[in-house]
């Protein structure tokens, strides 16, 4: 299964911009710091962590040229994309999607409330996974990562 | 664990009770028994047979089809399952695929819907885990386990300390897994090892 595939399928093509990818990545890291912060619940610091990994899992999209359509199961695919994306190892996506289901069992059934060893592997593969991203994009879409180089000071 | 079963039952009986209680709420025929137990057709005849002879195993016949499952109104349905899951069904594959990582284990068991034997082709496995383990081992360790009975393994973490701040002041989820049918495969639930 490639990307291409998915089109019609949950994805559409649809360019990005280095102004959008820095948003991303802006946002990313808030909420990764934010997730870092003890004098909040872990039922809070879960799920900031979760959105931080579901924003990297899109910026991923995005920065290869896709974004999801909306609709049901869109954080699953992006998700599922990642070792398509930014190469991980397929292994990995099935701990990544165990957040995913915890997450929205506490959301929409409150049938969760993350133990500190759950809170702390969510953030450490959150973590993870955004070194990984911005790894990848500056070995692949530097373009997209570097700063725009500053305007000369014209004759 | 798998001594046990040896003990107790024949290779045959064992493997045939193994399958039926890894979902006892669905329906077997003869021959596909026979083909994911490996066992020949008529030698799980015989024990079907025997099974069905006992009330242990129930059997139907629908449109001239015969299938069988555990017999939920057997007065000892849940000492079966339960013994069956802990020596040679469900239990005994998690507690074999969580061995290389039991020195960082404390406390392993099943709980939810699987353990109360209502358990739904479509249900998660449901997993307590207390101990060092790091998440992403936990999930990986239980992957071989998710391919082989067919559906995800769900698993929760708690530290050790976590745990037992968590059981002394009552919390809820954990008063309800205590408190509702489930089988430890391993350490203790009073002390975890």
């Known amino acids: 299964m490639t990307l291409d595939n998915l089109i019609g399928r949950g994805l559409e093509e649809a360019e990005t911009d280095r102004q959008e990818l820095a948003r991303y990545l802006d946002r990313i890291r808030r909420k990764l710091a934010d997730s870092r912060q003890t004098n909040i619940s872990l039922d809070s610091r879960f799920d900031v962590a979760?959105?931080?990994?579901?924003?990297?899992?899109?910026?991923?999209?995005?920065?290869?040229?896709?974004?999801?359509t909306s609709g049901a199961g869109h954080q699953q695919l992006a998700i599922q994309a990642l070792p398509k994306t930014i190469g991980i190892p397929p292994g990995e996506v099935r701990t990544l999607d165990e957040f995913r289901k915890r997450r929205s069992a506490g959301l929409?059934?409150?049938d969760f409330e993350p133990s500190a060893a759950e809170v702390e592997a969510l953030v450490a593969a959150a973590d993870r996974l955004q070194k990984q991203l911005v790894a990848w994009l500056k070995a692949h879409r530097p373009g997209l990562v570097e700063k725009a180089p500053s305007p000369k000071p014209g004759k | 664990m798998e001594r046990i079963a040896a003990t107790l039952f024949g290779k045959t009986r064992r493997a045939a009770l193994a399958r039926l209680f890894l979902d006892p709420a669905r329906e077997y025929r003869l021959r596909e028994l026979a083909r994911l137990t490996g066992i020949s057709a008529g030698a799980m005849q015989h024990e079907l047979k025997q099974l069905v002879a006992a009330d242990l195993v129930r059997r139907s016949e629908q449109g001239g089809q015969v299938t069988y499952r555990p017999n939920a109104e057997s007065p000892v349905f849940d000492e079966l399952r339960s013994l069956?899951?802990?020596?040679?069904?469900?239990?005994?594959l998690v507690r074999k695929a969580l061995q290389p990582a039991a020195r960082r284990i404390r406390l392993a068991l099943i709980y939810g819907s699987i353990a109360k034997g209502a358990n739904r082709a479509r249900s998660d496995?449901?997993?307590l885990v207390v101990g060092s383990i790091a998440f992403g081992d936990l999930v990986r360790l239980l992957a071989p386990v998710e391919r082989r009975i067919g559906r995800e393994v769900s698993p929760r973490l708690f530290g050790e300390q976590d745990f037992r701040e968590r059981l002394g002041r009552g919390e809820r989820f954990l008063k309800s897994v205590l408190r509702g049918p489930h089988t430890v495969l391993m350490g203790q639930v009073d002390d975890p090892r």
């Open chain 1, 108 to 110: 929409y059934l409150a």
């Open chain 2, 84 to 92: 069956v899951e802990k020596t040679s069904g469900i239990g005994e």
């Open chain 2, 125 to 127: 496995l449901d997993l």
């Open chain 1, 50 to 68: 979760f959105e931080a990994l579901l924003q990297i899992a899109l910026a991923a999209l995005r920065a290869r040229g896709y974004r999801t």
